[in-house]
């Protein structure tokens, strides 16, 4: 078995996965350096979010090797896969995904109160989140009374209070107008960089994949190419990205 390199803070080698017969990885190899955002790239079907279940250790491959800080995922066992995820991960879906009966600051601050922070800390936290995603006034709704544009900050919101080591990120801006899709990738890019948190985002949007530091390609399942973007310019993100495949 092959170490995995000491930068990188995920890596995986030759992924296979197909999903009843249809193939959905075939062979795909990546490593995610400790800080960077990385933007996992291709169009509908390519097989990003299977990666990302897979390097997020919701999917066990059926062919391959995850590694998280050389920890091998793929031989893990369900219940220890789960509480690394709750401790070391945050997912943010598409569609913001809370829970209906809990108020925006309860919904942020779900992953401290599972894994027994106090109450007191849990909505602290939670709260200086909402307040740099501008929804702190929301703090005592429920997802109901809000904007979709509101929920998915509240996602954001929540995936951030965990202090994650990684942040998996699935499209965040699909269901999103321009203005907000702008303001919410911003706000979390800057975050994860003034944070130092991992960013794995997959998305099919060559201006979302601009704000990343490299960007992966897949077509059909496979890895076609690697995109290094140029240096930050400024704290709000990338204008401009040049190929060296
Ligand atoms: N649960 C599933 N059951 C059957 N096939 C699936 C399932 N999930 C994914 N697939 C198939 O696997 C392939 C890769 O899908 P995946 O969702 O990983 O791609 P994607 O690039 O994220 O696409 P999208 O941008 O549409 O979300 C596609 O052909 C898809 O139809």
């Known amino acids: 078995m092959v170490a995995p390199p000491d930068n990188d803070v995920i890596w995986a080698r030759s992924l296979h996965h197909s999903h009843n017969g249809s193939p959905g990885l ?10 960077e955002i990385l933007a996992v ?6 097989g990003k979010t299977t990666l990302l279940h897979c390097l997020s250790g919701q999917l066990v491959p059926q062919q391959g090797e995850v590694w998280y800080n050389s920890v091998p995922l793929h031989t893990m066992g369900p219940r220890l896969r789960e509480q690394l995820r709750r401790d070391r991960f945050a997912w943010i879906a598409p569609e913001p995904q809370l829970v209906p009966e809990l108020t925006t600051w309860e919904n942020a601050a779900l992953p401290l ?23 702190a006034a929301l703090a005592k709704k429920r997802p109901h009374a809000l904007l979709q544009a509101q929920r998915q900050r509240v996602s954001v919101a929540r995936a951030l209070t965990a202090s994650p080591s990684v942040i998996f990120a699935d499209e965040p801006t699909a269901a999103l107008h321009r203005a907000d899709r702008t303001q919410l990738l911003r706000t979390l890019t800057t975050a994860a960089r003034s944070h130092d948190i991992t960013v794995v985002l997959a998305t099919h949007d060559v201006e979302v994949a601009a704000l990343a ?25 990338r204008s401009a990205c040049s190929l060296s495949v």
């Open 26 to 35: 075939g062979g795909v190899s990546v490593g995610v350096r400790d800080g």
């Open 41 to 46: 790239t291709g169009p509908r079907g390519s």
């Open 113 to 135: 109160l599972l894994r027994g922070t106090s109450h007191r800390a849990a909505k602290k936290a939670a709260l200086e989140w909402l307040e740099r995603l501008d929804i």
């Open 213 to 237: 530091d490299r960007a992966v390609a897949l077509l059909d399942g496979r890895r076609v190419s690697t995109v290094t973007l140029p240096a930050v310019s400024d704290t709000e993100g």
